[in-house]
């Protein structure tokens, strides 16, 4: 996650090493003047330097990727056509069965279908909350920096620590948000609030949002920064108010940061885990099931690896489908900006 | 296997792991006198005696090391897992924990037991009936060192305040009993079905009060649950939620943890009431601040008769744990193993609370009053059934904890519990 955030937040510096890298113009300049007095072999042997410093410094993250990313993405694949308890030889050959018997499964899809509500509900909440707490937070303010603060404190926290202390806030009856909703002459529901089928998912989605929206305002107050306070006073002169001013100026010019953000909390929303581990181990009654409960649920409990293999793999085709689609639906948009 | 000790060396190397960190599990395994013992008393008393206990047997046998060590629970079980996973013999335990039914049968089909049944014939002997949930084809892999039951945990004081003057029998009492600490504004039963395995147990018992020991011994074996036993069960289990005895969001309450966990509801009297094992009390002392839990309040009955039932009214529902020997293990192992077993562990095994003694001469050394009484129902049981989800396998003991928590939540019925085992064991088959 910490991963994904660096990356598009940085996004234009990013692009400009890694063009400068590409057509190495930066580092043939230093190696031209080097070269003029003596022409071929000793421009081999610079070549032969290059190749070298790149080795040594590409080998090692290569080999943490190859250990950490392909290995185990090959390892889940070869997992998931075995039938396969988790010891013993890998021998049980299935084939395609696993992916049949996942895709089946009715708490997969509705688990999938659960994923899908976090994407979309995680998106049109924080979109226009993000947004607004953004252009608050961007006035010139007393506490400003206090606020600002306060509104990013819960994405500070680890996920587990913010869903412990929501568990405990929501406890049926003795939990502080039961005692409230009581105390004010309403009945809450029976089986408290993470307890009942029905609410269990959208509260899960009303804590996410609180845990999340601290990202979303920062990104959108980052963007905003980059909005040119010219084109503002170019605005007031021309009289538009302050309203006009940040729905036809600043909200357009916020459009890559939003995109770049809304593709973020997609891709988190896909591997949602851990808040819904604590709060409701996917219950009650798999209504708040997402793909990642349900493989861990089926490999480390159950003992089904391939299973869950089966299930990892799915996850992750869908990931990368989403993600391939919003890069070429959404996000080229922005990168043809920035390279024109 | 080579693959992933290649992996794991490229990892030290390239992490540059001090040498120590990856470099001493590597002599640990090999040495055929030193025997690798896991278990989880990670707390005292239970973990000094343990220690002791491994210090005697090496007196008694020099030459022997037996290097202990212990772990919480969980974290045993997820090391437990990594080490069969990794298939290297170095990495597996020598002697460790069994919780028994599928799961050994996996263990022992992936050939990582050792059979102990002649080499420790005599022990078999001794613990008697209850050795049947660690038999696969009739071999004995693992000797039960602690079996429980589990029943109703009661407060005799909310009990006595709703004027409940004896405790139920019969499934008529126990509605009438739901009813009165109702109108006494009591909640009466907690259940952390949040954790499935709470809830759960309500229908291994309505099972076993359904179904003869045959049928289940049966259904052990052949995976087949088409007797209409097991959807009457599931009818019974629906009586009982239908009647609403759980306390508010018993949906959500965990089964241990923390106060408002459905045992820290029954051990803070906010519940009349919870069905679990013979770890109950010990449970409910870690959980309230005085250290007692519910003390001398504390009170126990059986689950109750179900009319027409065809178990046997005397059949218990528990479980327990085991000792097993790797098969890569040194032969001292095995006999650390009938040592764990002997009358002088036991008893002191019994004497420090650290569970229900199997072996028949340690019972009486148990110093807990309610335990005391647990293992008299325990002995004059005819058969402990084990946990289903343990007795099937946790494949399809999960999808049958999952059926049943969907009853709780009013989403199921008693044929989709079949349904849901009978489809996961199909898969086994």
Redesign the interface.
Known sequence: MTHDVTEPAAAAPGHATSDGRRTGSVRRAPGGPGGTGSAGPNRRGDDWRKRLEILVFVT?AL??IA?FVA?PIVTAVRFSVYDW?????LTDFVGLENYA?VLGDE?FRSAVGHNMVIVVGSILLQLPLGVAIALLLNRKMRGQGLLRTIIFVPYVLAEVIAAVVWLQL??????FIDAFTAGIGLDPP???W????EY?LWIVLLVLTWKYLGLAVLLFLAGMQGVSEELHEAAQLDGASWWQTQWRITIPLLGPTMRTWAFLSMIGSIQCFDMIWVL??G????ATATMATYLI?EG?????YGIAGAASVILFVIAFAMALAYQVLILRRDTKEDTV | MSRKTQALAALCAGLMIAATGCGSSGDSGGDDNTIIWWHNSNNDPGKSYYEQVAKDFEKANPGVDVKVQAFAHEDMLTKLDAAFQSGDPEQIPDVYMERGGGELADHVAAGLTKDLSEDASDEIDMIGGSVAGWQVDDKTYALPFSIGVVGFWYNKDLFAKAGITTAPTTMEDFYAAVEKLKAAGIQPVSVGAKDAWPAAHYYYWTAVRECSQDVLTDAVKSLDFSDACFEKAGDDLADIVAKKPFNNGFLSTGAQEGPTSASGLLATGKVAMELAGHWEPGVMQGITEDKKGLGDKTGWFAFPQIEGGQGDPAAQMGGGDAWAVSEGAPDASVDFVKYLLSTKVQTGFAKNGMGLPTNPDATGALTDPALADLIKVRDSAPYVQLYFDTAFGQSVGGAMNDAIVNVFAGKGSAADIVKATQAAADKEK
């Not at chain 1, 480390?300 to 089904?304: D, F, M």
């Open positions: 090692p080999a943490l250990l290995w308890k988790g010891f013993g030889d018997e708490v929501l406890q049926p009856q003795y939990g029976e089986q408290g993470l307890g009942t089928p269990a409701t181990q219950g009650p009654a798999d649920d480390t409990k159950r003992h089904n």
